[in-house]
Structures are given as C-alpha cells and as structure tokens.
C-alpha cells in the first residue's frame, strides 16, 4: 500500500523565521517518486520539486530546500527566511512506478505573519 | 494550450442532476487524471488515462461516476444523479506520462461542484 502522512495539519510563522513541513510515505516500490506541491488560495495546484527513490542527495533552490531520507522514508520541506507569500497549503505526494497513481498527504496549512 | 484547463470553473447544481466537467489538457501530454479535492483534504484519485483508454479507474467511488477520454486529448468527467456529497473541487492533470520519466503533474484550476 501507498500511503503520505502529513502531521502538520497547520503552522504559522512570523516573516523571516525558518519552517520545515515534514512527510512521511510508505510504499513497498523500490522505484518510486516523491513530490511537493503548493496549493495558493487561488485554489490551483503550483508543483514544486520532484525526487526519485534512487538520488537522495538534498536540494536546494533559492529559499527552498528538501531532505530526503529513505533510512526514515521522510521528504522534508524547509522554507528559509519565510515570506508572507509563501502562505499556502502545501502537499507533498509519492508516485510509485506500479500503477501510476499519485497518492497526496493531506496537507499542512502555512500561515506566515507579517 | 498553454495549461490545464477546466471548465465549468463552479458549478451548482440539484441532488439527483447529471453534470459533466470537462478537462483540456496540456497540448502533447498523453497522461490525464481526475482527482476529487474535499474541503481540508488532499486530493483524491478517481482516474488516470494513458491516451485514449482508462488505465485505471479504481479511485471511481461507484458507478454514477464515469469518465471518457475519446481522442485522447480533451476529457469529461460524468456523474449521474448527484448527491450532496459529491460536493467537492474536481481537479484535472496531465503529464507527458510516465515512460517518458516525466511524470509531473500540471493541475488545472479545478471545477468547483456544489450539490444542493
């Protein structure tokens, strides 16, 4: 079975402070996908990032960084310096390479305060 | 086109109507699902197409809900007989599919179904 776990249901920061969202996925594939979306109140899906099961090296892109750890089989997403924009629910999801369905968490609400 | 669209962007409609939600992908992208979004939750999966054929159609909750995707681009998601909770945000994505390894997802801005 697949499955994402998003614990954080809500958080909220002050500007400029550092937040980390986790995710947590089982699934049985050894090949497999993991995603993060943010989803803006303007309602649509905005994706983020994408890794694959078999490159575990971290990334980082401007503000933006991911942990993925499979000894965890956690996905981790941190937000330096917050910004009031970046107010959003965000998603993380897992793809595994049998069937093709992509499973979501079901999100955590960030609220960065001015 | 440029994105995923979807039209009716809302949609209000009476327990026991007929709606259709059409989906118009990304110009290329042989890939399109149906997910359900509920208010507070993530978005669920109803189908994946792979060109013109269901290639899986097990997040379908039952039988009033049926989707078609006849030349392969633009799709309709069909429910007979709403009922109220049906009631959610239905979303549509597309990707250039899986073989290619490029399998994100572009999400159109959804159709907002309200059942009465």
């Known amino acids: 079975a697949q499955k994402v776990t998003q614990a954080q249901t809500e958080i909220s920061v002050v500007e400029k402070e550092d937040v980390t969202l986790d995710c947590v996925y089982e699934?049985?594939?050894?090949?497999?996908?993991l995603f993060w979306y943010k989803q803006p109140p303007s309602g649509e899906l905005v994706f983020l990032i994408r890794?694959?099961?078999?490159?575990?090296q971290n990334e980082i892109s401007g503000r933006y960084s991911w942990n993925f750890q499979k000894s965890t089989s956690s996905f981790n997403f941190t937000i330096t310096a917050s910004q009031v924009v970046d107010s959003a629910v965000y998603f993380c999801?897992?793809?595994?390479?049998?069937?093709?369905?992509?499973?979501f968490g079901t999100g955590t609400s960030l609220t960065v305060i001015p | 086109g440029a994105g995923v669209s979807q039209t009716p962007s809302n949609k209000v409609t009476e327990k026991g109507k007929y709606v259709e939600l059409r989906c118009d992908p990304i110009?290329?992208?042989?890939?399109l699902y149906w997910y359900r979004q509920s208010l507070g939750q993530g978005p669920e999966f109803l189908i994946y197409?792979?060109?013109?054929?269901?290639?899986?159609d097990s997040g379908l909750p039952n039988d009033r809900f049926f989707a078609v995707r006849p030349e392969g681009s633009v799709s309709t998601l069909k429910i007979q007989r709403t009922e109220r909770g049906d009631s959610a945000v239905y979303l549509c994505?597309?990707?250039?599919?899986?073989?290619?390894?490029?399998?994100?997802?572009?999400f159109g801005a959804g159709s907002r179904l309200t059942v009465l």
């Open positions: 999801a897992l793809a595994a390479n049998t069937g093709n369905q992509f499973y």
């Open positions: 699934t049985r594939d050894t090949t497999y996908y």
């Open positions: 110009s290329g992208h042989t890939a």
């Open positions: 890794r694959n099961s078999f490159d575990e």
């Open positions: 994505a597309s990707s250039l599919g899986w073989r290619s390894g490029a399998n994100v997802l572009t």
């Open positions: 197409f792979q060109g013109t054929g269901a290639a899986d």
